[in-house]
C-alpha cells in the first residue's frame, strides 16, 4: 500500500460526459503528479501540483484540468470525453516539489476510465 | 528534451536466473536520478530502485541492482533470482531539473518480463 488513495477505481461513461477523479496524497506529501496510461501512448505525465500550485504541464489535454485543495487532495477533471480518453489515471505524490533530483513518486491504484 | 528508451518489449527468463532489463537515456541536464517501477497485471505502480546521476556506486536494493553506465548513457535493471513473482511490466523513467516536465519523472515505454517455471 503506497499511502495514496485515488477514487473511483473504476468508471464508465460515454463519449461527451465529463468525470472526476480524485486523489488523496501520502500523509505529509505537498506534491501530486497526475499521469495518463494508454496502450499506444504508454505514461504520459498530465500535471503537478505543490502545495495547491500548479508547477508543471505535461501532454494535458485542454478539456482536462486538474486542482489541488487546502487539504492536499487533488481532482482532476476530464471534459468532452473521447473514447481515445479511455485509459487508466494515475495520481502520485512526493515529498519535495523542488530542489534535487531524489525522492522516488508513490502511485495510487489508479483510476480505469472506459469511455463508450 | 529528455527521452527514455526500452528496447526490449518483452523478456522471457527462467525461475532462479538472473535477467537484465536494458534502458539508455538521453538528456542534457547533469544532475538527474534515474528510477525503476514495477507494474503487475493488477496494475499498481511499485518503485523498485533509485540511481542519482552523480553516484558513485550503482545502487542496490535486495535482488535488484542498476548496471549505471553514465558515459553510455544506461541504466540497466538486473533482477537476481527470478521469482514468479517478478513477471510484470517494467519501467524505466527519469527525473531532470532541465525538462519542460518541472520535476515529474518521463517513463519509457516499459518491457514485459515472463518469468517461468
Known amino acids: 500500500d503506497s499511502g495514496v488513495t485515488q477514487t473511483p477505481k473504476h468508471l464508465i461513461t460515454a463519449t461527451g460526459q465529463r468525470v472526476t477523479l480524485r486523489c488523496s496524497p501520502r500523509?505529509?506529501?505537498?506534491?501530486v503528479y497526475w499521469y495518463q496510461q494508454s496502450l499506444d501512448q504508454g505514461l504520459q505525465f498530465l500535471i503537478h501540483?505543490?502545495?495547491?500550485?500548479?508547477?508543471a504541464k505535461g501532454n494535458i489535454l485542454e478539456r482536462f484540468s486538474a486542482q489541488q485543495f487546502p487539504d492536499l487532495h487533488s481532482e482532476l477533471n476530464l471534459s468532452s470525453l473521447e473514447l481515445g480518453d479511455s485509459a487508466l489515471y494515475f495520481c502520485?505524490?512526493?515529498?519535495?516539489?523542488?530542489?534535487?533530483?531524489?525522492?522516488?513518486?508513490?502511485f495510487g491504484e489508479g483510476s480505469r476510465l472506459t469511455v463508450l | 528534451a529528455q527521452k527514455i528508451t526500452q528496447t526490449q518489449p518483452g523478456m522471457f527468463v527462467q525461475e532462479k536466473e538472473a535477467v537484465t532489463l536494458d534502458c539508455t537515456y538521453d538528456t542534457s541536464d547533469q544532475s538527474y536520478g534515474l528510477f525503476w517501477y514495477k507494474q503487475p497485471s493488477s496494475g499498481e505502480m511499485i518503485f523498485l530502485i533509485y540511481?542519482?546521476?552523480?553516484?558513485?556506486q550503482n545502487a542496490t536494493e535486495g535482488r535488484y541492482s542498476l548496471n549505471f553506465q553514465k558515459a553510455r548513457k544506461s541504466a540497466n535493471l538486473v533482477i537476481s533470482a527470478s521469482q514468479l513473482g517478478d513477471s510484470a511490466m517494467y519501467f524505466c523513467?527519469?527525473?531532470?531539473?532541465?525538462?519542460?516536465?518541472?520535476?515529474?519523472?518521463?517513463f519509457g515505454k516499459g518491457t514485459s518480463l515472463l518469468v517461468t517455471p
Open positions: 523513467a527519469m527525473r531532470g531539473t532541465l525538462s519542460n516536465s518541472g520535476y515529474a519523472l518521463n
Open positions: 502520485a505524490s512526493s515529498v519535495r516539489g523542488s530542489g534535487g533530483n531524489t525522492g522516488e513518486l508513490f
Open positions: 540511481q542519482g546521476s552523480y553516484d558513485e
Open positions: 501540483y505543490y502545495n495547491g500550485e500548479e508547477r
Open positions: 500523509s505529509g506529501d505537498l506534491s
